[in-house]
């Protein structure tokens, strides 16, 4: 039996057609695909060394002396408020992990200025499958008015300035570089003002929610001088900081998402 063309040509476009289809449900199944550390070690602890995350080159996450309810936090942007539940080890036993992200991920191109620059959404993804993957991390999200902080616009003229190299990690911490631990002032480099609030939710203990109407990535650097004036608590000088150059942190009320946790083991093996 001969085909005419136009059927030929028909039946070209339907299986064409069939191809596009299979390869865009291939690509959907690949994009669902969590994002995840090509390689991880985690062990119990050693009481020595500094508490803390830190961004290595070549975008490697190394913990050291963190809880899970720590890692739970940094995973989901959280502050500890927003976490609940929990075995009862979850803010007792503390864990060290080097992991290192898969070599063709934009991850693994990062070069941060400071170890103490937080973690990107990329990492943060990679993060949430390495509690789900060895710390079997099962939670549900739940939603409840409670304590935040509003950053808006301040009543002084906003003293940022457009960022000197947009590539750059974005960080916010003390004028003197790493975390904003004393009375000294602010700091940032290349930071959308989301990123400021999600900076701020970590030495708020509450949700910051960004309501400034600000667009663009920004440095600002603005020293208090007071660096002798131990008293001061970094809140009170973070909130000063802030209206210097033009920012206001104010309490508030509002909904905030809480991650509950169904369940957690200790981690499997390396």
Request: charged share 20%.
């Amino acid at each position: 039996m001969r085909l005419s063309k136009q059927r030929v040509f028909r039946l070209l476009a339907i299986g064409l057609c069939l191809l596009w289809v299979i390869g865009l449900a291939q690509a959907r199944c690949q994009s669902a695909t969590p994002l995840a550390f090509e390689v991880a070690t985690i062990k119990v602890a050693k009481p020595d060394g500094p508490i803390g995350i830190f961004t290595l080159p070549g975008g490697k996450v190394q913990v050291n002396q963190m809880t899970l309810k720590m890692l739970v936090q940094e995973a989901f942007k959280a502050g500890p408020d927003q976490i609940a539940g929990g075995p009862a080890w979850f803010e007792s036993d503390r864990f060290d992990i080097l992991a290192k992200p898969p070599d063709d991920s934009a991850a693994a191109k990062l070069n941060p200025a400071s170890p103490k620059v937080s973690l990107n959404d990329d990492q943060r993804q990679m993060l949430q499958t390495l509690l789900a993957e060895r710390f079997q991390l099962k939670f549900h999200r739940s939603t409840k008015e409670g304590p935040v902080y509003v950053l808006a616009r301040g009543e002084k003229s906003v003293q940022l300035k457009p960022a000197k190299d947009p590539t750059e990690f974005p960080w916010v911490g003390g004028v003197e570089g790493g975390s904003i631990s004393w009375p000294t002032g602010i700091a940032g480099r290349n930071v959308t003002m989301a990123q400021l609030a999600t900076r701020l939710i970590r030495y708020m203990g509450s949700p910051v929610l960004d309501q400034t109407g600000i667009a663009g990535s920004f440095d600002f650097r603005f020293a208090t001088g007071d660096s002798e004036d131990s008293d001061v608590p970094v809140r009170t000088a973070i909130i000063g900081s802030l209206r210097e150059i033009g920012l206001k942190l104010t309490a508030s009320k509002g909904a905030i998402e809480t991650i509950v946790i169904d369940h957690a083991e200790r981690p499997s093996a390396n």
